[in-house]
């Protein structure tokens, strides 16, 4: 197990998921943000089925910045209920897990 996680959030288009990860790494709770276009989601939202275009942005930390992070992506998010799903890194690069943690300090 390392002090990495890799944190991943939903948001309407490129521009959205642009300017959210460059605030995020920028105040230097993410090391580095992934931004995967053209991604269909299907889901409940106020009893109706939703088929949405979003696009998924992944962001590396560290444990110990992740509710920082959240707390800072529910402020900017424009979803009333937005999605932040943490998932702990359990192994990788060892150099690659210690620039997450530099830059995140």
Same mark, same amino acid.
């Given at each position: 197990m390392t002090d990495a996680v890799l944190v991943l959030t939903?948001? $309407? +288009?490129s521009e959205a998921a642009a300017e959210l990860a460059n605030r995020l790494v920028s105040?230097?709770? /993410?090391a580095c943000a +992934?931004? *995967? $276009? /053209? *991604?269909r989601s299907i889901y409940r939202w #106020? @009893?109706?089925?939703q088929d949405e275009n979003e696009v998924l942005v992944l962001l590396k930390t560290q444990v110990r910045q992740y509710e920082a992070l959240k707390s800072r992506i529910l402020a900017l998010h424009p979803y009333d209920l937005p999605e932040v799903i943490a998932i702990p890194v359990e192994? @990788?690069? #060892? /150099?690659?897990l210690d620039w997450i943690v530099k830059e995140t300090t």
């Amino acid at each position: 197990m390392t002090d990495a996680v890799l944190v991943l959030t939903t948001l $309407p +288009n490129s521009e959205a998921a642009a300017e959210l990860a460059n605030r995020l790494v920028s105040e230097k709770l /993410a090391a580095c943000a +992934n931004i *995967l $276009p /053209a *991604l269909r989601s299907i889901y409940r939202w #106020q @009893g109706k089925v939703q088929d949405e275009n979003e696009v998924l942005v992944l962001l590396k930390t560290q444990v110990r910045q992740y509710e920082a992070l959240k707390s800072r992506i529910l402020a900017l998010h424009p979803y009333d209920l937005p999605e932040v799903i943490a998932i702990p890194v359990e192994r @990788g690069h #060892q /150099a690659y897990l210690d620039w997450i943690v530099k830059e995140t300090t």
